[in-house]
């Protein structure tokens, strides 16, 4: 029995829950402070120009006066990655508790939007929990006896579809649902543009959607995928997203997609379902370990897409 | 820093018609004074069921924000707001009519605006104007211009999230101007310039295997 691991405590993880969801509605990452200091030095239409300018403007004020850098605070959402061997005192229910304890509190704390309503009669619990709410995903890593808590506030309305494709339409049917997608979206800036695109290729319907979140919110700014035909495919992809024009809030310009990520998964020999979802100028999240000894290291890269969790064979 | 060739105008609400006249498609403004809230819950709650607004919107101001802020109850009665972002107003539009013409709103600060049509038959009857928050990416700075929460009505009835907020405001913007009173609007003609290199794009591309709802609608519509 040596080699069982202390138990990490809930009160430790209500802590970094409750951290990492501050800290995702205020601070935006380093990746994104950096492609959109990238996309404001080349952008060559003026208007474009100035409101790239007064995101990076608002990327410090937010900071400055700790408030949500946009004014919809999204869905509050959690990605937990377990280590093997990682002990929760408590379990994982007290893990779960921990997570939406946290969001009520830093919705009244941090003056999030209570966005979470019931769907039909439109009740609204005023602390963003409720049924299935907030979501909560997890993924798992030999080894570690670390939790990785990871806050994503995501917004909620516009960019995100999917589409069932035949194997025959290869690339020129993920190109033209992508086209067809900023079309509906970047247009008029519904999607807030300039967005990280996460494409899910293959799968299961439902997965192709799950692996397109997590594509878009998961991944670094300039990250590419392991497999070199799909890196390529990326690569392809944001040259294209970005030659439609619309630019940032769809006024014209030159950067549309910061980048785009895509996510396979091994899907039926008849069929190639794809989901896309669009993670706005609102880029927001907050990455942080939790080690048994009660150490937290907070890090820029949510490290998700593991070699692990991408896996191909039975191991 | 500089907005490239966009004109800027200061106004103060209620807005007065010589200043909103003068607004033209993709011009940018920052409002101070009074401001309120209505989206689809005070929508449907004031103009659809028709009930009585709590307080005298119309002597209030002439401006009215697709938002909700956030912002909480931080002691009973008592509301902060700490962000701000309008949401997108094309859904909006059936309501127009009767809020231009019956609480006398000459300027609609949404995102990403209305149709061309809603603009030329609405809007411009009624000298108003529509604007729109620059992205949602502006929520601190748009949060900033909130000097003061004057009240938060129909909270029980509408919840926090769609409650009708009335805010003193400072040097709220930028906005751009996306509809103007005669009826132009802004992203219609910058999707004409985009809709041109977009057909290019699809060029070459094979035709879908099967076609399938929701590839029906022709990429170059200029909203849905």
Known sequence: MSTTSTAISRELIYQVAYETNKRAAIVVPQDGLAAFGEAWERESKPLAHFILGQILENAKLA???????????????????????ARIDGGVVALERALRQAVADVTQDIQLRSNRVHPLTRRNPGNNTGVFAPNIDYSFEPGGDWIDIIAVHKGGL????????????????????????MAEFARRGLSCPPVVVGVGLGGTKDQAMTLSK????????????PDPEVAALEEELRRLANQTGFGVMGVGGDTTAL???VEIAYTHTGGLPIAISQFCTAYRRSVARVFPSGEVEFREDPQWFTPYYRREGIE | MSQGQSREWELTCPLVSDEIEKLAAGDLVYLSGPVYTARDGVYQHMLFDGNEPPIDLRGLTNVSLQSSPAGVEVSPGEFEVASLQATAG???AQYMPQLLEQFGVKAVVGKAGMSEQ???????????????????GLGAIYGRAIKKVLGVYWVKELGISEALWTFEVDRLGPLLVEGDVHGNSFFTQVNDDINRQLSALYDGLKAPVY???GEEQKPETELF
């Not at chain 1, 900071?63 to 061997?85: F, Q």
């Not at chain 1, 997590?214 to 990250?223: F, H, N, P, T, V």
């Not at chain 2, 809603?118 to 949602?136: I, M």
């Open chain 1, 63 to 85: 900071v400055v006066d700790a408030r949500p850098m946009c004014g919809d605070t999204g869905l509050p959402r959690y990605y937990v990655k377990l280590g093997n061997e």
């Open chain 2, 90 to 92: 094309f859904r909006y």
């Open chain 1, 214 to 225: 997590e594509a878009a919110c998961l991944r670094l700014i300039g990250d590419r995928h």
């Open chain 2, 118 to 136: 809603v603009y030329q038959e609405v809007f411009r009857k009624h000298g108003a104007v529509c604007l729109t928050t620059l992205g949602y």
């Open chain 1, 259 to 261: 980048d785009v990520h």
């Open chain 1, 158 to 181: 516009f960019g995100t579809d999917y589409r069932m494709l035949f194997p025959a339409d290869g690339t020129d049917g993920i190109k033209r649902f992508l086209l067809d997608n």
């Open chain 2, 211 to 213: 076609g399938r709802i």
